[in-house]
């Protein structure tokens, strides 16, 4: 079973950026979705990027077009460029995966995924 290891320094004043990253070990799907969610306390999870084994991307509104999804596939990694951040970005990200999967439209939930890197955004 695929493993995430979240990574990335979490701290930043407002308007300035982060990349977070996320290593993938114990195998590979040939199809799937990856990308990160975020929850803040006492909000509900959100759905923040995703891309799939074909490169298509979806963003959710809320960070279009600040936030950048890539991914190295010979590392096994996946990043997250967040620019411009702002208060309402300080959150719980997670990384996650699901096999199977292809981006349509909306940011996918995932079925395995990280432990998460803490961001918080002052003002």
């Known amino acids: 079973q695929v493993q995430l290891a979240d990574s990335g320094v979490g701290s930043v004043q407002a308007g300035g950026s982060l990349r977070l990253s996320c290593t993938a070990s114990?195998?590979?799907?040939?199809?799937?979705?990856t990308g990160w969610f975020r929850q803040a306390p006492g909000k509900e999870r959100e759905g923040v990027a995703a891309?799939?084994?074909?490169?298509?991307?979806t963003y959710a509104d809320f960070v279009r077009p600040r936030f950048t999804i890539s991914e190295d596939n010979d590392k096994n990694t996946l990043h997250l460029q967040m620019n411009s951040l702002r208060s309402e970005d300080t959150a719980m990200y997670h990384c996650g995966v699901s096999p199977g999967c292809m981006v349509v439209s909306k940011v996918p939930s995932f079925s395995h995924w990280g432990s998460g890197t803490q961001v918080t955004v002052s003002s």
């Open positions: 114990g195998g590979t799907y040939v199809s799937y979705c």
């Open positions: 891309i799939d084994n074909l490169g298509r991307t």
